[in-house]
């Protein structure tokens, strides 16, 4: 009776994360509300469905029912009929809360863009290639180039994800000894934006394909730096400002094959020249780490670029394809290590 009782309690905990996983309405009415912005027009005494569904331009008998379903499921809660109120969870959802999930979530932006990816998981474990191009008909970053509206909404993602780890960057790496630091592929400025404000002796270069936007200017005058800090539109696949103290590369190895990776880690060697630095700021795969959280990006990578989440010898050997040996590693609290890696 025991064998028999264990496994029906199998069968029913094996159903029990089958249908975790498999459930499709919930994320995706998750991102609706995120879309729609419901969580900021829903106030704490509670907001009716009527108002809510004139502000957002929806048809109110779907958004009732999408409302239901969320609150049947902790997101919302109904105070009294046809009135809803926000809940921890929905709380979350709000533009100003610091997670900035609502900007992941939003269907209208470059989150959205990338979950859509998923569509395609099938033909990339099938072929091994990304299937962001496949779903989306062009790659990631040809679609970034082509529409200025997803661009600045990956940018805003990029600048919430660099307020997580800067204070890692910053104290972990011994700044007060570099005089000029390249930030290859920074996005609009924010964590070397966050490291120039930290150490005034520092100067800067920011290189990247949107360096020169309205948001990397902002961001960079905003922080009283601009001053020493220097804009260049540069491709990283192409030659990069040479003689700089140190080049560095903050979740960029991990969007990359080994060949591409080794080839912008080319760049980096290049530019700098014997003696030259590159610190690479990327998660490392350990055991002792969140897995859910290191195999749900080692996915992500390889669905949206065909990157891929590595081991520190994975990183040692890419390196030393392009040049490179390692001089220190410095793990942080987070999933993230700083990686020093000196010029042969």
Not at 67 to 86: Q, Y
Not at 137 to 153: C, H, I, K, T, V
Not at 289 to 296: A, I, M, S, V, Y
Request: negative net charge; proline residues 4%.
């Amino acid at each position: 009776m025991r064998a028999m009782a264990g496994k029906a309690s199998s069968g029913t905990d094996g159903a029990e994360i089958l249908s975790g996983l498999t459930s499709l309405a919930a994320p995706w009415a998750v991102r609706v509300a995120a879309t729609l912005g419901l969580a900021d027009l829903i106030t704490d005494e509670g907001t009716h469905l009527d108002d809510l569904a004139s502000w957002v331009g929806a048809d109110r008998d779907a958004l009732g029912r999408l409302l239901h379903f969320l609150a049947a499921r902790g997101v919302f809660v109904e105070t009294a009929p046809g009135v809803f109120a926000l809940t921890e969870a929905a709380r979350m959802l709000r533009e100003d809360h610091p997670a900035r999930l609502r900007r992941w979530f939003d269907l209208d932006g470059a989150g959205g863009a990338m979950d859509r990816a998923y569509a395609g998981l099938l033909d990339t474990v099938r072929t091994g290639a990304p299937a962001y191009p496949k779903v989306m008909g062009r790659e990631f970053w040809e679609d970034l180039a082509a529409n200025p509206q997803l661009a600045a909404s990956f940018g805003a993602l990029m600048e919430a994800h660099s307020s997580e780890l800067a204070s890692d960057v910053v104290t972990g790496y011994p700044w007060a000894e570099i005089s000029l630091v390249v930030d290859v592929g920074g996005g609009s400025g924010a964590l070397l934006a966050r490291i120039l404000r930290a150490y005034p002796h520092l100067g800067g270069i920011l290189v990247d394909l949107v360096a020169g936007s309205p948001e990397a200017v902002a961001v960079l005058k905003e922080a009283n730096v601009d001053d020493r800090c220097e804009c260049r539109v540069l491709d990283f696949f192409g030659p990069l400002p040479a003689g700089a103290d140190v080049y560095l590369l903050r979740n960029i190895i991990h969007d990359w094959p080994d060949e591409r990776a080794t080839a912008i880690l080319r760049r980096c060697t290049d530019a700098a020249g014997p003696g030259g630095r590159v610190l690479v700021v990327e998660r490392v795969v350990t055991t002792d780490r969140n897995q859910q959280e290191l195999t749900g990006m080692d996915l992500r990578m390889l669905v949206l670029f065909g990157g891929r989440e590595r081991v520190l010898e994975e990183f040692n050997a890419l390196a030393a394809a392009a040049g490179l040996r390692l001089l220190s590693n410095r793990p942080t609290t987070s999933a993230y290590w700083l990686l020093e890696y000196v010029a042969s």
